[in-house]
């Protein structure tokens, strides 16, 4: 039981490059969201998704774009890296039904570096 | 603009006393709240929480206090524990999930 994985670890591009950031979870949630943390602004969302089939604009979705391939696993894509994209990107899970759907469980992250 | 806040970068606190961290919010819609703590290298982890009907919620060493009327929750942990060090981020939600930037807590032996 994994719970929340995340692939890669650390990557580093050059601007202009894209990748795609996968996450993968076996807890059988029905949500998932992305997340950046950034020094001095803590995490903020950069989109989810309540359901398989559905996602939804966080308040930071510029420059990335999401899948919700299946049940399981949600990806975070850029397109044209740029330097302020530099961050710390979590995924996490949550099942649904109140209060469950608040309790967030993230993965370890990734740490993408924009040159 | 940042709708839950968290004016304390760090905290150190002697171990077996009080930790108390707080956070501070502006939206009146939100209706859960939570705190996350988080060791380097880590992902966040749910560590309690609490709903916008109550003022109080206990589990074990940690206890929330939600003061709806200042918009104010703070976490309290005790006895405080070396294995406490970590930062702690408070959360809320209305429709979608809220941040602080967190308060890194140093419990010293």
């Known amino acids: 039981n994994a719970g929340v994985t995340q692939t890669p670890k650390f990557q580093v591009l050059k601007t202009g490059q894209s990748m795609t950031l996968q996450c993968a979870q076996d807890?059988?949630?029905?949500?998932m969201y992305w997340y950046r943390q950034d020094p001095g602004m803590g995490l903020r969302l950069i989109y989810y998704?309540?359901?398989?089939?559905?996602?939804d604009k966080g308040e930071v979705p510029n420059g990335y774009n999401v899948s919700r391939l299946n049940k399981r696993e949600f990806s975070l894509r850029l397109e044209s890296a740029a330097p302020s994209q530099t961050s710390v990107y979590f995924c996490?899970?949550?099942?649904?039904?109140?209060?469950?759907?608040?309790?967030?469980?993230f993965g370890p992250g990734t740490r993408l570096t924009v040159t | 603009d940042q709708q839950v806040k968290q004016n304390s970068p760090s905290l150190s606190v002697q171990e077996g006393r009080i930790s108390i961290l707080n956070c501070d919010y502006t939206?009146?819609?939100?209706?859960?709240f939570l705190w996350y703590k988080k060791y380097p290298a880590e992902g966040p982890t749910f560590l309690i929480s609490?709903?916008?009907?109550?003022d109080k919620n206990e589990d074990g060493r940690f206890t929330v206090f939600l003061n709806k009327s200042a918009k104010h929750l703070s976490l309290h942990i005790v006895p405080s524990q070396p294995g406490d060090s970590a930062v702690y981020f408070c959360?809320?939600?209305?429709?979608?999930?809220?941040f602080g930037t967190g308060t890194s807590l140093t419990v010293i032996p």
């Open positions: 609490i709903s916008s009907i109550k």
């Open positions: 998704s309540a359901s398989e089939g559905t996602t």
């Open positions: 807890m059988n949630h029905n949500s």
């Open positions: 996490a899970t949550s099942s649904s039904g109140r209060p469950k759907e608040y309790e967030q469980y």
């Open positions: 939206n009146s819609m939100f209706d859960y």
């Open positions: 959360a809320a939600s209305a429709s979608q999930f809220y």
